[in-house]
Structures are given as structure tokens and as C-alpha cells.
């Protein structure tokens, strides 16, 4: 559920297939700038109800994916 | 019992700096600050200070209002990048009118116009005598920014804007947060030379962290508007026009995903002016007015949120 979110979030921000954003695919490789990471990480909050500060070592679906969920609890 | 505005008007200088123009002197370009920030061109002081642009808006204002200068109970005025501490702008402003009212500043960066509208609503509280008062929000953005920092040197640009102020019934609700601290937006005035003062002093340029002012933008947006929402029994459709602080597109453009509204509810002229910090509102609020857009009885929402770091928001019947 969370994957899902963040690629949904993904796909739409950078207009790209789902079905081509997976756990490994980087940031960096989306063209995303830092305010979209920052959009992104709002949205997060707001949907799991919890306070997530990206840092750049979170680079990646996978690696954000698992921070979300651990913030989740 | 409080304000309603009778007149506004603006003033930018007239050189217009493009972002072709910046990118000649720093590492940018238009596709970059387009998308970053949603800024096409800002308008950037060459020959007038802060006080002389402040007292044009204010002019324009008042021809706007039909109010003359000795009709004024007070004259408030804002900025960060005024070119003396002393007079204060207001000063300067009721100087240049003509005017011997009480004048006297507030400084609350690019929140500072609506803490201008909300020191007002006391002051005809406190005064029922007042009849009238001019607020100014007047800022050379150019005059405090480092040209070689591509981060902050690409967002803000210089302008003024002014309302006129009559006794009437149309501020409704207002919230104002404030929590101060200088570690996400901050600008260190000049230091002196003093031979035995032993701190660290910074240039007296801008200093922002982009992200932290976005998120911290975007929620102050946000939980301004709905709190005025609810406590005034109203829904976005009840609200004409918002009105918000011209930072960054898209920190306007996100907080009407986050709220859920179309964007074309936020007044937005960012891409003709920059950030011109507590200038924006006011002359947001005045191109507003003279569009046509805007009818009288129409409930806006003004929101701001800067350095401080404060975020302000009202609810007023135009």
C-alpha cells in the first residue's frame, strides 16, 4: 500500500507510467527537482498521518518506502 | 467594529529583469526558474528607494480611494529593505505626502501586510475618532538579496502596494502564528564597526532554506484557510477570491491540491513581479480590484507567511 502510494504520487508528478516506476527506481533518475520531493513527502504525511523529513540518503521507491513504514508503525 | 478597504494601489519600478537577464550573471535559466519558482520577470530598482516607491502605491491608493492626505488618521507602513531605520517608512511616507498623522511601521516580513491590517482594525478600536488609515507594504528586494546566490537572487524583486483603510464592518476573522527563530528564513542587517564587538557577523543578504520555507509555506497556508473556514461557518464556495502571498507558484499551486480547490481560486501574478515580500499582497489586492474580477460584497481570504517565521490570514468583504 505504501509502494503504491509513493509510485502513484511518482507517476503523476513527473506524468510517467506506474508501471515503469519499481522499488529501485532512484529520484534522481525521475527528474524530479527538491520541491517535488518535498510535495511528495506532504502528501505522505497527510495520508499516513505521520512526519517524514527527506533526506537525501532516501534516494530511492524502495528506501522511502521502507522509512513510511516504519514511521507508520 | 473595523475596516473597509476603499482604495488600493501599487507601484513597481520600471526596469524588468528577466530570467535571461539573470542568467547572464549567475548559473541559471528560464526553464529552471519557470518550473521552480513560476517567475517570468520581476521589476528592479534603479533610481528609487524604498520610501519613494512606498510613497507612490500610496499616492495611487489614495487617488484610488478619493482620500486626501490631511483626511489621513494614520499612516502604517512595512518593509525589510528599507534604506534607513531611522526615519522609519511610515515616516517617510506621511513626509512625502504631506500628511501629520500618526505613522509608525510593523516588521513582519512578507507577513507584514496583513499584521498592517490587523494593527489597523485595533487602532479603529482603540480610536473611535479614526476615520482613516493608509497602509503600505514597500520593499527594494534588490537592495538586500546577493546577485551571486542563484537560490535566493532568482525569486524576489522590488514593488509597493497600498490600501486605504475607512471605519466600516468588513474584516471579519483573522489568524496570525508566529514562531520565531532565524534558522529557516533570515536576513542580518549591516554590523558597524565597532573594534570591540568579538561576534561573528554575516553579510546583510537574504538567507532561506528552499524546502523548509516550502513545507512550512504550504502547511501555513492550508491550516490559516481551513481554520478561518470553519470558524466563520463558511466553504470554499462562499469565498471569492484568495488572495495569497506571491512566494513561489508552486507552493500556491500545492496548496490548492492540498485543499483541495482549483488554483484559479488563488489570485496569481507572481510571474510578472517576484516575491516583493510584504508588497505582494497589497499589490495582488489591487491588480485584483482593477481587473474587474473582484465585486463589491465578495468574501476574500488574504494569507502570508515569511520570515518571523509568521503566517497570517483574514477573511474581509471586499
Redo the contacts between chains.
Sequence with gaps: MVQEKIIELLAEATDTDAAEITADTAFADLGI???D???M???LE?EFGIELE?KPEINTVGKLTEVVESLKG | MSFRIIGTGMYVPPKIVTNDDLSKIVDTNDEWIS??VGIKERHISEQEFTSEMGLKAAENALKDANVRPDELNAVFAATISGETSSPSMSCMIQKGLGATCLALDMSAACSAFLFLLETAAAYFALHPDYQKILVVGTERMSGIIDYTDRSTCVIFGDGAGAAVLERGENYHDSVITVKGGDDVIKIPCYAGTSPWFERETEPPCMQMK??ET??YA??SITQDIESLLERNHLTMDDIAWIVPHQANK?IID?AAK?LKVPKEKFFCNIEKYGNTSSASVPIALDELAKSGNLKRGDKIILCAFGGGLANAACLITW
Design positions: 527537482d527538491s520541491l520531493l518535498t510535495e513527502a506532504m502528501q497527510e527527506m | 518550473k521552480r528552499g524546502q516550502f513545507k504550504v502547511s508552486r500545492f492540498m
